[in-house]
C-alpha cells in the first residue's frame, strides 16, 4: 500500500482544514489507517486512528474538534478538522499498517503535509 496525503495549508485558529490521504493497492480495506503529526521539536505523535472494523481512536488533545473517515471504495482517507489551535501546527502524516499477501505485516508512510494554524 502507497499513500499520498494531500489538503493541508494555513489556516487562523477557529477555522477547518481536511486532510485526505489516497492509498493504491488493493488490501487498503484490511488496513489500519491513522493521521500523526509532528510539530518542530516535538516527537511524532498519532492523532486519530481508524481500523478495518470502523472503531476509531483520537488523542485527547483533538478529541471532539476532528474526525477521522475512512472509504475503502475510494481507497482514501480523510482528517476533518475543525476548531483549529496554533498548538495542532504541524506536518501531518497518514500512516498504514497491514497484513501483505505473503503473510507479513508491514507499515507505510505518506510524505506529510503541512498544517500551520495562525492569523
Known amino acids: 500500500v502507497q499513500l499520498q496525503a494531500s489538503g493541508g495549508g494555513l489556516v487562523q485558529p477557529g477555522g477547518s482544514l481536511r486532510l485526505s490521504c489516497a492509498a493504491s493497492?488493493?488490501?487498503?480495506?484490511?488496513?489500519?489507517v491513522a493521521w500523526y503529526r509532528q510539530a518542530p521539536g516535538k516527537e511524532r505523535e498519532r492523532v486519530a486512528v481508524?481500523?478495518?472494523?470502523?472503531?476509531?481512536d483520537y488523542a485527547e488533545s483533538v478529541k471532539g474538534r476532528f474526525t477521522i473517515s475512512r472509504d475503502n471504495a475510494k481507497n482514501t482517507l480523510s482528517l476533518q478538522m475543525n476548531s483549529l489551535k496554533p498548538e495542532d501546527t504541524a506536518v501531518y502524516y497518514c500512516?498504514?499498517?497491514?497484513?501483505?499477501?505473503?503473510?507479513?505485516?508491514?507499515?507505510?508512510w505518506g510524505q506529510g503535509t503541512q498544517v500551520t494554524v495562525s492569523s
Open positions: 500512516n498504514t499498517k497491514y497484513w501483505d499477501d505473503a503473510g507479513i505485516y508491514r507499515e507505510t
Open positions: 493497492g488493493s488490501l487498503f480495506s484490511g488496513a489500519t
Open positions: 481508524i481500523r478495518s472494523s470502523g472503531t476509531t
